[in-house]
């Protein structure tokens, strides 16, 4: 892939006193370290939240489109409700790194994206990446499964350079029901910041993604990572780890009902008949660090920082059918 795996090591010393020394760790500077490498010594300084969590996400390689790219594309459509323009504008970064993930696939990728509300990534993919994208929506009619499936084109027109797309939509419940399209007929699936959002099944998610993909077809997944450094911290603050963990009146589907570990993840992809192509862990919204000491002495208890970052990215191969329906591996299944 084209980003730096950085991680923080310790340098000893037999002068440092305190907390820090009571727990065998003796810290005078941090070391940013790269492919094994020392590139250069930065002290207890500056940018913290780089220092303590890991370097932020950024493209090595230059690419077809960039940051700003990306929002002038998005914001020349009119969104129709003001939360999902607020949203979209939140993910910007995301959108950028997720799509240089998925860059080297052909534009005669026949391509899905489930849960795709508000539909902003589908339009990215279509515009920058591929001819063939289609959609699916779980929305809040959706949730009793098997009886709301249907068909939608919805339409976007930007107000510039005379940009429109139509984007065939099947609104179903992604958990409960057979996905309406036909077995082996797509190159890639895309759940991006989804699968956090089930409630019952993933493992009918993976499964049908399974049977609709070709054979070597991709399933790509990014979901928020619940071993991630900020959400111990949250944790230690006393507060909810679980982002957007709101009960909601309107839908159990809008709020992240249960956040995932590298290892299951892991667990999902080779349990559906998936070999795994990487799973890694990524910064990419950038957060301030409130208490930088607190947050030194669980970046130092957490251990490697791989995958102790805040979204995690993987990609996996359809390598034969589902191996293990119901895994009980992670506590996953009981």
Not at 5 to 11: L, Q, S
Not at 71 to 93: A, N, S, T, V
Not at 257 to 269: D, K, M, S
Not at 284 to 292: D, E, M, Q
């Amino acid at each position: 892939m084209f980003y730096k795996r950085t991680e923080i090591r310790c340098c000893k010393s037999s002068n440092s006193p305190g907390l820090l020394s009571k727990i065998g760790y003796h810290v005078t500077c941090l070391y940013i370290m790269s492919e094994g490498k020392m590139k250069y010594q930065v002290k207890v300084a500056g940018k913290l939240e780089q220092l303590l969590a890991g370097r932020y996400a950024h493209l090595e390689v230059p690419v077809k489109f960039t940051a700003q790219d990306i929002r002038e594309f998005l914001f020349g459509f009119d969104w129709d409700k003001p939360w999902k323009k607020d949203y979209l504008d939140k993910q910007i970064d995301r959108y950028l790194i997720t799509l240089d993930h998925i860059s080297g696939f052909s534009e005669e990728t026949r391509v899905l994206e489930i849960g795709a509300m508000p539909y902003g990534f589908s339009l990215l993919m279509r515009h920058f990446l591929f001819s063939d994208v289609q959609a699916s929506c779980l929305d809040d009619f959706a949730q009793s499964g098997g009886q709301n499936i249907n068909e939608v084109v919805e339409e976007f027109i930007s107000r510039r350079d005379n940009i429109s797309y139509e984007l065939v939509v099947k609104n179903f419940n992604m958990e409960k029901d057979p996905w309406p399209y036909n077995d082996e007929t797509l190159d890639l699936v895309v759940a991006s910041e989804v699968i956090e959002h089930l409630t019952q099944d993933p493992m009918h998610v993976i499964s049908e993604a399974n049977r609709v993909l070709k054979n070597n077809g991709t399933l790509f997944i990014t979901t928020p990572n619940l071993l991630s450094l900020w959400k111990l911290n949250r944790m230690f603050e006393g507060l909810q780890p679980i982002g957007d963990p709101f009960y909601r009146l309107d839908s159990v589907y809008n709020r992240h009902n249960r956040e995932l570990t590298p290892a299951e993840i892991r667990v999902l992809y080779e349990s559906g008949g998936f070999d795994v192509d990487y799973i890694q862990t990524l910064n990419v919204k950038k957060k301030n660090i409130a208490n930088p000491l607190r947050f030194l002495f669980i970046r130092l208890l957490a251990g490697r920082i791989n995958d102790r970052k805040d979204i995690i990215f993987a990609m996996g191969v359809k390598k034969g059918s589902v191996r293990d329906r119901y895994p009980t591996t992670c506590q996953l299944y009981k």
